[in-house]
Structure formats: structure tokens, C-alpha cells
């Protein structure tokens, strides 16, 4: 019996989070028919409950700190991921120096190659 009221209460809970969405893309269109400007669409979806967080503004709000990357080992006879991590650092010869943010995205392409990069913090 509980049970049966948990599902009843999720899928009240489901649609009204859903009439939400409907309500503000009807209120979007209600908005470009009445005037074709833009700013007024654009003050619509920023005053709704609808926010999107964007990889880019996430990688924005962390500290801006860079590090030196060195090759110093060749990228001949490694797996094609090890050479295509070297070529998505910007690194194609030894001994060269490459400067790149300090990003998650990076610190992995660096692990996947750490036998054959230093890495030199600034």
C-alpha cells in the first residue's frame, strides 16, 4: 500500500515539474509571436527556474593556474591513445615545452602519457 502512494507521489511530483517546463516554453513562445526581439525571450528563460550549468562556466570558475608540460620520450611504438594524448597536448617532439591550463581534462591526457612527459608547475 505505501508503496502505491510513493509512485502516485512521484509522478505527481514528475508532472508538475514537467507543467513547469511547459508553462515557461509557453510563456518563450507567447513572448517571440508578441515581438520578434530577442531580449525578450532572453529575460524569459534567464528569470525561469530552468538552469543549465555548461561545462564552459564550470572550467571558468576554477583557478586559472597553467603548468609546463616536456616531452622527453618518443612517441614511436606506443598505442595510438598515448600518441593521440601527446598530439592533443600539442606535444610532437622530444624535449619540446608546451604551456596548458591546469584543467581535469588535461591532468588526464598527462596521466595517460606520464612515462613520457615531465611536468613543470608555474
Known amino acids: 500500500m505505501e508503496k502505491e502512494q510513493n509512485k502516485v507521489s512521484k509522478k505527481k511530483a514528475t508532472s508538475s515539474s514537467a507543467e513547469q517546463v511547459k508553462k515557461t516554453a509557453q510563456e518563450v513562445v507567447k513572448k517571440t509571436k508578441s515581438s520578434d ?13 530552468l538552469k543549465i550549468a555548461s561545462p564552459a562556466n564550470r572550467r571558468n570558475a576554477k583557478s586559472s593556474s597553467t603548468i609546463h608540460i616536456k616531452q622527453v620520450a618518443s612517441h614511436y611504438g606506443r598505442i ?43
Open 80 to 122: 595510438s591513445r598515448q600518441v593521440a594524448s601527446l598530439k592533443g597536448l600539442g606535444l610532437s617532439r622530444i624535449n619540446q615545452v608546451v604551456e596548458r591550463e591546469d584543467t581535469p581534462e588535461i591532468r588526464g591526457m598527462i596521466n595517460r602519457v606520464k612515462h613520457l612527459v615531465e611536468i613543470i608547475k608555474v
Open 37 to 49: 526581439k530577442t531580449a525578450d525571450v532572453k529575460d524569459t528563460l534567464s528569470s525561469s527556474s
